[in-house]
């Protein structure tokens, strides 16, 4: 039985009953089959926030109505229902609309990527959904009272994608060439390479933003490209659009960019046990830990969503935490670039088959990052991880500031987002 895609319930977490639209339903016992047309009865709504779950109470996952948002949701959906720990239980999707979908002007004026959230944390909080999936890219770094981020899934390519008409490529655009995105960050760094260019702030859906690019989608054509996140177009299947695969040496990603956050409340991990188990077996280590040090970095910058910083972290095979990131300033006349590593907890580092000390002088030492099967000495050595990205995270916004990076982007108090 597929996944059943809801329309937004009411904000009363009490209701039952009342036809809905439903568009189709996965089952933790069933394959998906796609979506269907239907109607529901309004019997996903659930049980209080706060309130033990049943065995047999859907898991309801809340999620924006872009394709990107439910191409996104339905892969977690999907991976929840593979670990096999909801024992049979149905996923519904839930459907929210947040103030990002409403609103119209530059990101960066209506608060930043923060307003594609915001909803959604109401509607887990309030119990109309269980768990919310988030692009941690938009997700705010304060943390949200009541609510964890319970997993955060591999991450897919990290890299921006320049889209643009005939299949050119960053350096053969023209001179002048008009090239849309809504990223400070991404504006900032395309002035930088190619200051001839005309940057157009945009703002729309994949789709309306590709069709701002003749060839590539229905719209007005009036650009030659746009930039956008290699992952959302992985996910829907729209690789053929993209022209140039950008070096995160010519553009820095965003923090937190490719990957995914599932968000819930954190009474949840301990009244919920299956839930809890599906969470868990869901979350990528070495993933969390690169985007735990990215978004460290912008806490510590005190970076808000008009800064362009851009910042990569990844476990590299010989067993260290690495960062890489790059502030410009806003007309990209200049930026400031750095890297640091970390050496992760050796009790988390295992040999990988085939490699080991032997043959150090040879390829040096690869490893994987592995945790103890016990869940209280796996949650200790996670907790001990994570400390370690933050503090590089921190160790490298404290460099920077200190070589004066704060001259170069908007930084300081009140421009966290």
């Known amino acids: 039985m597929p996944t059943r895609l809801l329309r937004e319930p009411p904000r009363t977490s009490t209701r039952r009953g009342g036809p809905r639209a439903v568009t189709g339903r996965h089952r933790a016992d069933g394959p998906a089959d796609g979506l269907t047309d239907g109607l529901g009865d309004g019997s996903a709504d659930g049980a209080l926030a706060g309130a033990g779950a049943s065995s047999s109470a859907a898991v309801r996952i809340g999620t924006r109505g872009s394709a990107l948002a439910l191409t996104q949701t339905g892969h977690v959906a999907e991976a929840l ?31 930043g990527a923060g307003v594609f959230v915001a909803a959604l944390r109401e509607a887990v909080l309030d119990g109309r959904c269980d768990v919310a999936v988030h692009s941690l ?45 809504g990223s400070p960050r991404r504006a900032a760094q395309l002035r930088g390479v190619r200051p001839d260019l005309d940057v157009v702030d945009i703002r729309g859906n994949v789709d309306t933003r590709l069709g701002r690019v003749p060839g590539l989608g229905e719209g007005p054509g009036d650009l030659d ?8 177009l992985t996910r829907l299947g729209r690789l053929d659009a993209v022209s140039e695969l950008l070096a995160p040496s010519t553009m820095a990603p965003a923090p937190g960019q490719g990957a995914l956050a599932v968000e819930c409340r954190t009474g949840s991990l301990t009244t919920d046990p299956g839930l809890a188990a599906a969470l868990r077996a869901l979350d990528h280590l070495p993933t969390r830990l690169a985007v735990t040090a990215e978004r460290e970095l912008l806490t510590a910058l005190e970076a808000g969503c008009a800064a362009p910083v851009g910042a990569a972290g990844h476990v590299d095979d010989d067993g260290h935490l690495t960062l890489d990131v790059v ?60 400390a370690t990205a933050r503090t590089l995270g921190r160790r490298v916004a404290e460099q920077m500031l200190a070589e004066g990076v704060a001259d170069l982007a908007p930084l300081g108090p009140g421009r966290t987002s």
Do not use: I
């Not at 997993?151 to 849309?180: F, I, K, M, N, S």
């Not at 490209?225 to 959302?232: D, E, F, R």
């Not at 907890?345 to 990052?369: I, N």
């Open 327 to 386: 502030v410009a300033r806003v007309d990209g006349t200049a930026h400031l670039r750095t890297s640091a590593s970390v050496r992760l907890p050796e009790e988390a580092l295992r040999d990988r088959p085939g490699t080991g000390r032997a043959d150090l002088d040879v390829v040096g030492r690869f490893v994987d990052l592995v945790v103890p099967d016990d869940d209280v000495r796996a949650a200790e050595l996670t907790d001990r991880l994570v």
């Open 81 to 111: 229902v593979a670990t096999g720990a909801l024992g049979g239980r149905a996923v519904d999707l839930v459907r929210v609309r947040t103030e990002g979908d409403r609103l119209r002007g530059p990101l960066a004026a209506l608060g």
């Open 225 to 232: 490209a746009v930039v956008l996140a290699a992952a959302g």
């Open 137 to 181: 890219k938009d997700l705010p770094t304060a943390p949200a009272e009541g609510l964890v981020v319970a997993a955060v899934p591999e991450r897919v390519d990290h890299r921006d994608a320049l889209c643009a008409r005939d299949g050119l490529t960053l350096q053969g655009l023209p001179e002048g060439a008009r090239v849309g995105t």
